[in-house]
């Protein structure tokens, strides 16, 4: 007996290790829940996490661009309108008013990280007898880069934006037959055409983005769509992602402007992860459950077993408070037990998924994100769980009438 | 000046005992038991099946309360308290010896010899030990006191069982038939322990027999004849 641990654990230990075969078997039972619980878990986290960092890393976390134009109806007096119908406007490329004083409030504003100009824009990219119709991002790569991590996603070449160079994307530069160091033509509506250098291929992971996106420098930009000295929005990266809905409030209270923030752009990534979250808990929930009574039944079992033993404890003087404690006990050994094991193979077979699972360019197809705090949550949970799916045994034991429980 | 006098180890006045109380089909099995037990004594208590011995032992053993009547174990008055007064009571005052033995098979002889210590104190120490040993010696069985209860003989497990109704050195040990179980040598072997740990410790003993040899080798008889006592 080891002189560390009071009567209770004594005890409890000793009749889990006599019902050697219960116990197993009901750890196993704990674990395989446990297990599906750790790896669900960590599956939808690594997945919401590399989803995350492929959007923070290719986006800003605000986007700040001109408010809407509308068309104002022209009133010949009060309450009358000069037509019935007012014509919704086109939304023309302008740039935004005083965008350096814009930007220098913003550099001023707690929280923001960077801050960093853009023109963006359409325009047809041609090589030879191939073209495409594009959309121009013209930056300044300096402050740019620091916000969208366009140099980690470049395949081939350099991250370079001189004034006659351009940025495509992988599946353009198929579509074109163009690779680095390859001249193509742009060509915009408002001004005339720019003959410009391949300096760099990347790919972001989306088919879309690698197809339709050109980047440019943006005095470049700004002379290709006829908007010299403007800029049409303004990116933005915070010190809080999850503020960013805040923060872009407080830029149009404060400037007018549309901001537009990451949370807003990417709703649907929004409802997808709750839904997912939400079946995730149910299952959790659910899992948990069957767990909790598996426990109980074999508790159950374990009390009407030893209902003698529980006679002669009670008639040696054991209190009733100690007895409900032995089986509070395993409840909760036996919960942490299977949660254990159920922790170590949930994280094995995601080693494994993620070893062996692979996109088919060999890369990983989410990253590995296995964070501590998930297995002390599920220790703790499932030894509560398990204490908790004791308790009905328990008090049956406690309640036991030594005359009864010994005399069978 | 005298010392007090000491308190006989239990005393029952006018106790009675029914089932189904209040109902229709109420039943009294004892009645008015009046019995006292000195420190010391070895009584043994005998009665056809059915007459009444176990509900009396089971109110003596503080495992069952009484309808009516007054309980004293070691001068401490029982009706006034409460479960777990009584828990404490019994696990100080009081052994039990079944006619079952049973021994927790979970657990080694030395380690059934120290659980009513254990349950006592909450921790094991080496006194606790030391205790169980000692009291296993006394029943000759120390070359065995690694063994679980599982692999001892009927005998052997009955002489584990009274080491370990002796191991809070209680005044009075409820014994029910002890030797019910076992055949005539380890019967014989048993009872002689018991009274030579009465002899000894002083320590009182109220058997439950069927065997007149038995009880005629007891100090005194008391038998229970339709729940009244008649000896």
């Known amino acids: 007996m080891n002189p560390l641990l009071p009567f209770e654990w004594i005890t409890a230990w000793r009749f889990m290790r006599e019902g050697k075969m219960q116990t197993i078997f009901i750890i196993t039972a ?56 007012v014509q919704t406007p086109s939304q023309r490329v302008l740039s935004i008013d005083q965008w350096p004083a814009i930007i220098a409030q913003l550099r001023q504003t707690p929280g923001i990280t960077h801050v960093a100009p853009a023109v963006q824009g359409s325009a047809l990219v041609i090589r030879g007898d191939a073209s495409r119709s594009v959309s121009v991002t013209a930056v300044d790569a300096a402050t740019y880069f620091q916000i969208v991590a366009l140099p980690d996603y470049i395949v081939l070449g350099q991250p370079r934006l001189g ?115 939400t079946s995730n808990t149910l299952i959790r ?74 996109e088919p360019d060999g890369s990983e197809l989410f990253p590995l994100v296995l964070e501590p705090s998930l297995f002390l949550n599920t220790l703790l949970l499932a030894a509560l769980t398990g204490v908790a799916a004791a308790a009905v045994p328990a008090l049956q034991a406690a309640r036991l009438d030594p005359v009864v429980a010994i005399r069978g | 000046m005298a010392n007090p006098p000491t308190p006989a180890v239990l005393r029952l006045e006018r106790i009675c005992k029914s089932y189904n109380l209040g109902t229709a089909v109420e039943v009294e099995v004892l009645h008015e038991i009046d019995l006292t037990l000195e420190r010391g004594e070895f009584v043994a208590l005998i009665g056809p099946s059915g ?34 007064a009584l828990t404490r009571l019994r696990g100080h005052a009081i052994g039990f010896v079944f006619q079952y033995h049973y021994l927790i098979s979970a657990f ?31 029943v000759g069985l120390s070359r065995w006191e690694n063994n679980l209860a599982t692999n001892m003989s009927g005998g052997q497990q009955q002489r584990v069982a009274i080491a370990r109704a002796l191991a809070m050195n209680p005044a009075l040990i409820l014994a029910d038939e002890p030797t019910g179980n076992l055949d005539t040598k380890s019967a014989d072997t048993v009872f002689e322990m018991m009274r030579q740990v009465n002899r000894t410790n002083g320590t009182s003993f109220l058997l439950v027999t069927h065997s007149p040899e038995l009880a005629k080798r007891c100090d005194r008889i008391v038998e229970v004849v339709d729940g009244r006592l008649t000896g």
């Open chain 1, 30 to 85: 704990v674990s395989i829940g446990v297990a599906v619980i750790v790896f669900m878990s960590a599956m939808l986290s690594s997945l919401q996490a590399n989803f995350l960092k492929r959007v923070l890393t290719s986006t800003s976390h605000i986007q700040i661009i001109r408010p809407d134009q509308i068309a104002r109806p022209l009133r010949l007096e009060p309450g009358a309108l000069e037509a019935a119908t």
């Open chain 1, 163 to 277: 004034a006659d160079d351009i940025i495509i994307g992988i599946e353009l530069a198929k579509d074109l037959g163009a690779t680095v160091g390859d001249k193509l033509t742009l060509r915009s509506n408002t001004a005339a055409g720019r003959t410009v250098t391949v300096t760099g291929i990347f790919d972001l992971g989306n088919r879309g983005a690698n197809k339709n996106n050109v980047f440019l420098a943006l005095r470049s930009g700004q002379a290709l769509l006829n908007l010299v000295g403007g800029a049409t929005s303004i990116e933005v990266t915070l010190t809080d992602i999850y503020a960013a809905e805040d923060v872009a409030q407080d830029i149009h209270t404060w400037s007018g402007l549309q901001a537009i923030s990451w949370i807003t752009s990417n709703a649907q990534f929004f409802t997808a992860v709750n839904a997912q979250q």
């Open chain 1, 285 to 358: 929930a659910f899992v948990g459950l069957s767990v909790a009574f598996g426990i109980a039944s074999v508790l159950v079992v374990s009390v009407i077993q030893r209902s003698k033993d529980i006679g002669i404890l009670r008639a040696m003087g054991t209190s009733r408070g100690k007895v409900l404690r032995v089986f509070l006990i395993q409840g909760g050994l036996l919960g942490m037990a299977g949660s254990v094991v159920g922790a170590a193979a949930g994280a094995g077979a995601l080693i494994f998924w993620h070893a062996y699972l692979r």
């Open chain 2, 51 to 84: 007459s009444g011995k176990s509900t009396l032992l089971n109110i003596i053993g503080l495992l069952d309360r009484p309808t009516k009547g007054r309980l004293f174990v070691e001068g401490h008055e029982t009706s006034t308290l409460d479960d777990a």
């Open chain 2, 108 to 138: 080694t002889a030395l380690e059934n010899v120290m659980m009513p210590i254990l349950a006592d104190r909450g921790f094991p120490d080496a006194a606790m030990r030391q205790r169980a040993h000692a009291l296993l010696d006394q």
